[in-house]
Antibody, heavy 116, light 113 residues
Framework: QVQLVESGGGLVEPGGSLRLSCAAS????????MTWIRQAPGKGPEWLSY????????TYADSVKGRFTISRDNAKNSLYLQMDSLRADDTAVYYC?????????WGQGTLVTVSS | DVVMTQSPLSLPVTLGQPASISCTSS???????????LHWFQQRPGQSPRRLIN???NRDSGVPDRFSGSGSGTDFTLKISRVEAEDVGIYYC??????????FGQGTRLEIK
């Protein structure tokens, strides 16, 4: 069955960096666009970024453009999100999901807290 | 950006009674291939969102048949025929038609009266 498992979250100071990972299994990873979505405490989900199956297409929400970088390694069935210049309002649970049009599978999420 | 507006934002329901949530989009959600990428998600307390309904009216695998979706164009509805205790949580609509920015509604909190 399809599984998505995020990791890499934690506590980081404002201005710091973190790299999130998402391990995928149960489907042909390279066939699918993948996305990152986050959910701040008490708020609804916010789409952040997606990447095509061959990494040729990437897109970002304005809120993270220039600070976050999405990437993938199809040989390792893994999706990544490099987060730089983190701010307090980046505090959220970060989810990887499959297919930005469908969002049919979500991981359990990883919590990122940006605080001094 | 496409704005998704849900109502009501809070929905107290008696066990066994029906419930209905409305979702309105600021643009029509029919894609060029004829599909309408309007989905409904359930988020139980402390859990990840789970997709219940895809492309307006298709129940995802394992979703009880008391959940149904309908609508077209810009107006969509999620209905629960008889609410059970396990249905407590927040329900979101999401559009995936207009890229690059998929967008979610504000969420509707369903609680038991």
């Amino acid at each position: 069955q399809v599984q998505l498992v995020e990791s890499g979250g934690g506590l980081v100071e404002p201005g710091g960096s973190l790299r999130l990972s998402c391990a995928a299994s149960g489907f042909t990873f390279s066939d699918f666009y993948m996305t990152w979505i986050r959910q701040a405490p008490g708020k609804g989900p916010e789409w952040l970024s997606y990447i095509s199956g061959n990494s040729g297409v990437t897109t970002y929400a304005d809120s993270v453009k220039g600070r976050f970088t999405i990437s993938r390694d199809n040989a390792k069935n893994s999706l990544y999100l490099q987060m730089d210049s983190l701010r307090a309002d980046d505090t959220a649970v970060y989810y990887c999901t499959r297919d930005p049009r469908e969002a049919d599978y979500w991981g359990q999420g990883t919590l990122v807290t940006v605080s001094s | 950006d496409v704005v998704m507006t849900q109502s009501p934002l809070s929905l107290p329901v008696t066990l066994g009674q029906p419930a209905s949530i409305s979702c309105t989009s600021s643009q029509r959600l029919v894609y060029s291939n004829g599909n309408t990428y309007l989905h409904w998600f359930q988020q139980r307390p402390g859990q990840s969102p789970r997709r219940l309904i895809n492309q307006v009216s298709n129940r995802d695998s394992g979703v009880p048949d008391r959940f149904s979706g309908s609508g077209s164009g810009t107006d969509f509805t999620l209905k629960i025929s008889r609410v059970e205790a396990e249905d407590v949580g927040i329900y979101y609509c999401m559009q995936g038609t207009h890229w690059p920015l998929a967008t979610f509604g504000q969420g509707t909190r369903l609680e038991i009266k």
